[in-house]
């Protein structure tokens, strides 16, 4: 069996990747087990040194890599260069934080007591398509400093920026084992999973792959954490700066062409401002220049998939038969989606209650800020969310009110290696970033002198 890489500006066959064998697949896991052996008991200094020969690496090869990415999965080159670079920062960090973030931890007892941060094994980590350096790096960099090891399934359509982030790892100094990409289909996913040598499996994608990689790891008794979908609300009250919010509407819903689980999905504008949000916004989408991904000036390209196209088209139809109303955009050719606008959604509405993983904005008008919440939270999703207002108390206590991984006042919703990462409800469960990212994969042991 082959995976292929399918440039979706061009749909070339630009490389095409052998899945593993079972008996080549076991090889890894053995050479995964005995690199964590002698991982294990290097010190943060040496890894650190060796995450920061990575960062560099990274940095001086940003131009190839990043065009490695657009011709995967078709975001526009400075996209994907800035997504080598945030990775390149994310290793900068943890090098740097590590030993402090997993230093002991004594007790007020009136015995002697501490807990004391042990590495575990390898970390099985499935990833996607859409940051796949990003995502990759988001959780291999702390999961490395820890002195874990990993194993990464990266999505089949971007196997080329695995192999080369694998590379990467070996020409900075890695030794052999502590990061392995492993080309494998999804049969042989539970053997992963049940492999003594995997510690615990770290998941980024849809829901339905999470639910059923999280019932594998339960059935093996492996920790997992998952980063799944989101409907993020971007919440504009009547006070907003409205020329602001559009503005970073705009770039928060159309983003990597709309393909991230922190784009902004569902614009909830109180009524009062919404006629003049909506044609604000409206006007801005417009502008969008989508086309060619390494042409200069283009700033949306095609969606990475023909399926993700058909599956966003037939969406935007359902909503609109629903009654949404099309006020910008609406056309699709191939993977390129236009930049699309619909308002007048309400929570029964196709475009509402699922993910739409491209660029389509939906805008709902609440009747009041009380309202606004409420449209917001009536989601199976939690990931994160925005709210706009120049009362910045005010949006304290509603930040407060909302059921989600992150909320964001007057700002654009991003991650960032300092600060936890992750959602509730059907989002998912744990975090990355942060120190609560690197602990997710320790034991965490108590030892208590008497
Ligand atoms: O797709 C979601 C991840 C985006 C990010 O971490 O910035």
């Known amino acids: ?137 988001r959780y291999a960099a702390p999961a490395i400093m820890a002195g874990n090891v990993t194993l990464l399934k990266h999505a089949p359509n971007v196997i080329g920026c695995a192999k080369a982030i694998e590379s990467a790892f070996l020409e900075a100094g890695f030794p052999e084992g502590i990061f392995q990409q492993i080309s494998i289909d999804i049969p042989q996913v539970e053997s992963v999973i049940a492999s003594d040598i995997v510690c615990g499996v770290t998941l980024t994608g849809s829901e339905m792959a999470g639910s059923s990689v999280a019932s594998l790891a339960g059935k093996h008794i492996k920790k997992s954490v998952m980063e799944l979908g989101g409907s993020d609300a971007f919440i504009i009250l009547n006070d907003a700066d409205l020329e602001k919010a559009a503005t970073v509407a705009t770039q928060s819903r159309m983003l990597n062409a709309g393909q991230a689980c922190i784009c902004a999905k569902r614009f909830i504008v109180t009524e009062k401002v919404a006629d003049e949000f909506a044609a604000l916004f409206a006007q801005k989408v417009q502008l969008l220049q989508q086309g060619n991904p390494l042409q200069d000036g283009i700033q949306m390209g095609p969606l990475a998939r023909l399926d993700l196209a058909d599956k966003l088209a037939e969406q935007l139809e359902k909503s609109l038969q629903q009654g949404a109303k099309l006020i910008v955009g609406g056309e699709r050719e191939k993977c390129n989606f236009q930049p699309t606008v619909i308002d007048f959604v309400d929570s029964n509405n196709v475009a509402f209650q699922e993910e739409t993983f491209g660029p389509l904005a939906t805008i709902i008008r609440a009747k009041d800020e009380n309202d606004a919440i409420t449209i917001a939270n009536n989601h199976r999703y939690g990931l994160a969310s925005a709210i706009w207002t120049k009362d910045r108390e005010n949006a304290l206590q509603l930040a407060r009110k909302i059921e989600a991984g992150n909320v964001f006042v007057n700002s654009l919703v991003r991650s960032d290696s300092r600060i936890p990462f992750g959602g509730i409800k059907k989002s998912g469960y744990g975090r990355e970033l942060g120190t609560i990212g690197i602990k997710e994969f320790m034991n965490m042991k108590s030892l208590i002198i008497e």
């Open 1 to 137: 069996m082959i995976f292929k890489s399918i440039n979706p500006f061009s749909q070339e066959v630009i490389a095409e990747h052998e899945v593993l064998t079972n008996i080549q697949l076991n090889k890894k896991l053995q050479l995964s087990e005995s690199a964590f052996k002698k991982w294990k008991t290097t010190s943060f200094q040496e890894r650190a040194g060796k995450l920061q020969n990575l960062a560099h690496v990274l940095r001086e090869n940003k131009g190839k890599l990043g065009l490695l990415i657009t011709n995967e999965m078709g975001k526009i080159l400075p996209e994907s260069i800035a997504e080598v670079e945030k990775s390149a920062g994310n290793c900068d960090f943890y090098a740097e934080n590590a030993e402090q973030m997993l230093k002991d931890e004594y007790y007020d007892t009136p015995f002697k007591s501490m807990s004391v941060y042990d590495p575990m094994g390898a970390v099985f980590a499935i990833m996607p398509w859409n940051y796949p350096f990003w995502q990759v790096l």
